[in-house]
Every structure is written in C-alpha cells, then in structure tokens.
T-cell receptor
Framework: AQSVTQLGSHVSVSEGALVLLRCNYS??????LFWYVQYPNQGLQLLLK??????LVKGINGFEAEFKKSETSFHLTKPSAHMSDAAEYFC????????????FGAGTRLAVHP | DAGVTQSPTHLIKTRGQQVTLRCSPK?????VSWYQQALGQGPQFIFQ???????QRGNFPDRFSGHQFPNYSSELNVNALLLGDSALYLC????????????FGPGTRLLVL
C-alpha cells in the first residue's frame, strides 16, 4: 500500500532563510508525487508535481522539489522564505491502479518570522 | 475561467441529521473526487465520480454517498451524522488520467453538534 510521511508537523524559519519540508513515500511502483499548499480557511493549491522525467521539479512561488528514488523522498525547498509562505503544506502520492486517488501526508505547518 | 466551486461554505448540523454538499468542477473537467479533512490532518479520500458512476471509494461507511450529474457537478450526502463527521469537505476535479492535476475547491466546513 502507498503511504506518505511528512517529518515535522511544525517548521519555523526566519524570513530570508532556507525552507526545507520533508516528505518520504512508500510505493511499490514508480509514483506520481505532489506538493499542495493550504492557506488558512482555503482549499488546496498545487505547488508542483512529479510524474516522469527530470527529477528536480520547479513549482510556483519559488518552490522546488527533488525526487530521489533511492531515498524514497520528495523534499520541498525554497531558498529564501517570505512571510507570505506561512501556510500548511501537504505532500501526496497518487495511488496506483489507474485512478487518480491522492494519498496525503499529515501536513507540515510552516511559520515564517521576521 | 471559474475554478472548482463548492456550496455552502459553512454548515452546522446536529447528530443524526443528514447533509448534502455540492460541487461544480473546473471547466473541461469530468472527474470529481471528494475528500474529508479533519482538523489537523491531511485530506482523506472518500470517493470519485466519473461518467455519473462511483469509480473508486475510500474507507468510509455507506452513510457517505454521492452523485454526479450530466453536467459533471456532484453532490456528497452524509446520513445519520456523527460528531466525528465534523471536518472540512473538499471537492477536487480533474481529467480521468492518473497523472493529471486535481484542482481543489475552497471546501465546505461542516460542524456537527
């Protein structure tokens, strides 16, 4: 069965500092992987996704993630945090079987302080 | 281009009641998925509709049911509400291709008292 583990339910960084949000997955087949962001009282917005091809994926708002098969990881990074990046971030894997059912991690709440 | 819309935005019900939530997919999308997001947790898949049929179902009881209309909009119905059904209910639309992005609506926040 596929699953996602997000290490660290809360991460706090200073404005301008590196953001690193960790995600590890388990999957018996090559996965499709996603990062979504959720701002307070809103739905989920796609940041980036990995399906096939280049393992370094660039997304919106300066975020990127690298698919590392050997480490079963898909960590999300941003070189310099902005106050507006404060939100909840979810990593998700697409369940195999032909249908696009997403399996989400528990989420990481990112706080950015001045 | 309108994105995914959901109604109502908030809802308060009492235990034992029934509720219906509505979702209109993004233009051009024909597949609708529903997720339940309890407070402090990631979304959990409830079910998915395509061509007016339930195509896949998560680990939710039969109290949760749905429907998809010819215009691809969808409803989620929950019967015999429990306190534990209090959550944010998210609708996502997409094309019926596995790697296609699912676009989420703003959600309906349900509180069961």
């Amino acid at each position: 069965a596929q699953s996602v583990t997000q290490l660290g339910s809360h991460v706090s960084v200073s404005e301008g500092a590196l953001v690193l949000l960790r995600c590890n997955y388990s999957s018996s087949v090559p996965p499709y992987l996603f990062w979504y962001v959720q701002y307070p009282n809103q739905g989920l917005q796609l940041l980036l996704k990995y399906t096939t091809g280049a393992t370094l994926v660039k997304g919106i708002n300066g975020f990127e993630a690298e698919f590392k098969k050997s480490e079963t990881s898909f960590h999300l990074t941003k070189p310099s945090a902005h106050m507006s990046d404060a939100a909840e971030y979810f990593c998700a894997v697409l369940r195999s079987g032909g249908y696009n059912k997403l399996i989400f991690g528990a989420g990481t709440r990112l706080a950015v302080h001045p | 281009d309108a994105g995914v819309t959901q109604s109502p935005t908030h809802l308060i019900k009492t235990r034992g009641q029934q509720v219906t939530l509505r979702c209109s997919p993004k233009s051009g999308h024909d597949t609708v998925s529903w997720y339940q997001q309890a407070l402090g947790q990631g979304p959990q898949f409830i079910f998915q509709y395509y061509e007016e049929e339930e195509r896949q179902r998560g680990n939710f009881p039969d109290r949760f049911s749905g429907h998809q209309f010819p215009n691809y909009s969808s409803e989620l119905n929950v019967n015999a509400l429990l306190l534990g059904d209090s959550a944010l209910y998210l609708c996502a639309s997409s094309l019926p291709i596995p790697q296609e992005t699912q676009y989420f609506g703003p959600g309906t926040r349900l509180l069961v008292l």
